[in-house]
């Protein structure tokens, strides 16, 4: 068999496949992205979707396993509280073939609103979790994860984070076992999938059972390893977190947990017994060990030296147990002197000249979850609160009864395409069904963007670039019961400014959305074309340094320090440039200048 | 480097959307191919673009942890100056380091808040003598005729760093990874970046 490198989302989707998956879903989300990417780029065995929330990924997930089916719904953390609503019933329901939910963490946030540990869903859910630490174990752990799931009638979870998601690492493949189940809907099991409490009751009674028999399962679960070395130290850890401790003290004795939940009491009690000094090493909540403690089990060490928040790494592990034995390394120049580098908006997005006009008009801006996040930062500064996919359009709606009528014209929330899709119909439902008076701007850039551009209900094609239906907002708008429906141009900034300064000004539900405004880096959409010029260049001669073109944040614009007039006679202190290898030619700093310093170039010139 | 039992750390840095992830599954491509078992880690997502971005590259016998100890990097990559400094304190003593000759200015430079810092070929030899190495990645692409293609200019530099491994072994990995309508045009930018040191 072959053994290829591959990355941890990859490696599950290969488990799936291998298992026999015949249903895969998902709603795109970082870390988790490349999951659903993979089954429908290289599985054509398998039926993908892009499924509008993980919600619904869930429960088409679950519908495709109780009809007969193995299929899987994957996510990122956050996500799973979407889902969670159908997660926590299919416990109770369980299920005819495999269900497995995939939940990705994102510990330190590198690309989320929070950073929650998702452990705490299996004990919550009364379900199994695996948790595996490199590309083979997400291979083998799923496609275990399916035969657990058969075995005791359960949907089990996943768990992966980042730096098991996005590493990458040797894989054996195998070949895919087709599964020859038959695949039908039976109505004489209605008490098992129907949940009213006569039948919850029975389920209910059914869960603690199955709980019990995966702890006894637990303790003799292959990926539940024990390794005794030096008896003196031992470590009880699991997914990435066993990895940097084993790396750190590679000498010292391991009980490896697969299965983080249900624990397996037997096993941890013998590790107790043959290891003298038993530390646990796990990320983010006390999780293992709030239990480990519970079954009272004295801790050599746990939180009381391993971070609670945050990644961990190697050099973090060892610095806990080492304290002030710990050598830190040379420095060598104060690197937090250095200039940040956070995340831009590209050069010619469409965001930008969108929040320019936003800023400008003073508006408190209710943001929500996508690149447009990025207008948060400074020197653009123009998004004032993000929580969650959709809270904007409901938050803003709240914040406009909280103050009457006084608040009109101050506020706005802005939502993008594929986040309007995922969670923000409700609440723009509710803003017209309440009488609202608040504003909503669809920012549609026609794509998923930030994840990696995703397809989505509105743009017109399924997972596998099939050309489908896509949600006209218009008329989902006027189907709402909003009356006041407008669009935009973004690259226009005068008239987008002037239009949105009129709708916000309302006493009534407004709905604006953004047109010809695609991501820049959507091919297919042509985004450049629409430029008339290829990109603009900084006429030193005119250009008097007021650096109103830098306050865009435009990233192929700089400020160029140096003491001149211009040809008119004008004191600087500096000019502007334009970097051309970055600049796309968006025009909106030209329309920006007051002084006609931005100048086209022509085509030919290129 | 050996098959004995050290693993040995490469640190990538650059910007988003300079092309760090294709050089380091190029990487992660060829030492593989050596039998080495190899491990990578990084942050992806398009909302990386314009941001800082790193990659903790690993191979040896055995490898365990993605990530790389901080100041035990052997070989530090940066595909941009300002990034490559950023991660000086990494590098172990004795460790190589090849900078990329680029100059992107963050948020903070563009808009004249921050100074980019001056000469960090400089800095980097004062603590790594000869072992600093700066190649002309953005330019080279430019005259091989496409700048996106600087990335892999680097790794034709970096490729130097290992002379056990062949020339034939690196450009089967550079076609493997890209489309074949961008195989030639890589495959002259990966040789233009190894001969870039004479």
């Not at chain 1, 290969?14 to 993979?38: H, N």
């Not at chain 1, 939180?303 to 002030?324: H, N, Q, W």
């Amino acid at each position: 068999m072959q053994k290829v490198v591959m990355q941890g989302n990859e490696a599950i989707a290969r488990g799936g496949y291998e298992a026999g998956v015949k249903v895969a879903c998902a709603y795109p989300g970082t870390p988790s992205s490349e999951i659903l990417r993979t089954f429908a780029e290289k599985y054509p065995e398998v039926y993908v979707e892009w499924s509008v929330n993980e919600m619904v990924a869930v429960q088409v997930a679950g519908g495709a396993a109780i009809a007969g089916v193995r299929a899987m719904a994957s996510m990122k953390h956050v996500g799973m509280n979407v889902a969670s609503d159908a997660f926590m019933t299919f416990s109770y329901t369980g299920i005819k073939r495999g269900l497995v939910i995939v939940i990705a963490d994102d510990p330190y946030s590198h690309s989320s609103q929070n950073e929650q540990d998702s452990r705490n869903w299996a004990r919550f859910g009364k379900v199994p979790m695996l948790e595996p630490s490199d590309s083979q174990e997400c291979k083998d752990f799923t496609k275990i994860a399916f035969e657990i799931s058969e075995e005791f009638d359960t949907p089990v979870l996943l768990r992966t984070e980042t730096r098991v998601s996005h590493s990458d690492s040797p894989v054996l493949l195998e070949e895919r076992i087709e599964p020859k189940h038959e695949v039908f809907l039976d109505r004489r099991e209605a008490a098992k999938y129907t949940m009213v409490p006569a039948y919850v009751r029975q389920r209910r009674k059914f869960v603690e059972e199955r709980m019990k028999k995966l702890e006894e399962y637990a303790n003799n679960f292959k990926y539940n390893v024990m390794e005794i070395n030096d008896t003196k130290y031992g470590i009880i850890s699991s997914g990435v977190s066993y990895l940097y401790a084993k790396e750190v003290f590679p000498d010292w004795s391991f009980l490896k947990l697969g299965m983080v939940w249900p624990l397996p009491k037997k096993l941890i009690a013998e590790f107790f017994k043959k290891v003298k000094k038993v530390a646990i090493v796990e990320e983010l909540d006390p999780f293992l060990e709030t239990e480990i403690r519970a079954m009272g089990f004295k801790i050599w060490h746990g939180k009381d030296i391993i971070p609670t928040m945050y990644e961990l790494s190697p050099d973090i592990v060892e610095r806990a147990f080492l304290g002030k034995r710990f050598k830190s390394p040379k420095v060598r120049f104060e690197v937090d002197s250095l200039p940040k580098r956070p995340p831009n908006l590209c050069a010619g997005c469409s965001h930008r000249p969108l929040f320019y006009a936003l800023k400008k008009l003073g508006l408190f801006v209710f943001g929500d979850i996508g690149c447009y996040t990025l207008a948060t930062s400074p020197p653009l500064e123009a998004i004032h609160a993000t929580v969650c996919m959709g809270a904007g359009v409901g938050m803003a709606h709240g914040a406009m009864k909280a103050q009457g009528k006084v608040g009109l014209g101050k506020s706005c929330a802005v939502i993008g395409d594929s986040t309007f899709l995922h969670a923000g119909i409700a609440p723009l439902m509710d803003v017209a069904y309440n009488k609202g008076n608040s504003t909503t701007i669809i920012l549609d850039n026609r794509i998923t963007a930030m994840t990696g551009h995703q397809e989505h209900p509105g743009s017109g094609y399924t997972a596998r670039l099939e050309p489908t239906v896509a949600v006209n907002y218009e008329e989902l708008g006027k189907a709402l019961g909003i009356k006041s429906i407008r669009y935009v141009n973004p690259y226009n900034v005068k008239e987008t400014m002037e239009i949105i300064r009129e709708e916000v000004g309302k006493d009534e539900p407004s709905l604006i959305i953004c047109k010809d405004s695609p991501c820049i880096l959507l091919r297919r959409a042509k985004p450049l074309e629409k430029f008339k010029y290829p990109g603009y260049t900084v006429d030193e001669e005119k250009c008097r340094g007021c650096r109103a073109c830098l306050e865009i944040n435009c990233p192929a614009i700089s400020w160029k320090v140096e003491n001149g007039v211009t040809k008119d006679g004008h004191k600087r202190k500096g000019v502007s440039f334009i970097n051309r290898d970055q600049c796309v030619g968006c025009s909106v700093c030209e329309q920006i200048c007051k002084f006609e310093a931005i100048k086209p170039i022509e085509r030919e010139g290129r | 480097m050996g098959k004995d039992g050290r693993v040995t750390n490469i640190f990538l840095s650059g910007v988003g959307g300079q092309g760090t992830i294709l050089a380091s599954n190029i990487l992660a491509e060829v030492f593989f191919s050596q039998g080495y078992d190899v491990k990578k880690a990084e942050i992806h997502g398009m909302a990386q673009r314009g941001g800082d971005v790193t990659t903790h590259f690993r191979f040896g016998k055995k490898v365990y942890s993605p990530l790389i100890k901080y100041g035990e990097v052997d070989f530090l990559l940066a595909f941009e100056l300002l990034e490559g400094l950023r991660y000086i304190n990494w590098v172990r003593e004795g460790g190589k380091v090849l900078l990329n000759n680029q100059k992107i200015y963050p948020p903070s430079v563009n808009i004249g808040e921050m100074k980019y810092p001056e000469d960090v070929p400089g800095i980097f030899r004062k603590h790594f003598k000869k072992n600093v190495y700066v190649v002309e990645g953005l330019e080279i692409a430019r005259k091989v005729g496409n700048i996106q293609a600087a990335n892999v200019v680097v790794i034709g530099a970096f490729s130097n760093f290992f002379p056990d491994i062949k020339e034939d072994r690196w450009i089967e990995a550079i076609k493997a990874l890209l489309p074949e309508r961008l195989h030639e045009l890589n495959v002259k930018a990966f040789l233009e970046g190894r001969g870039a040191f004479g």
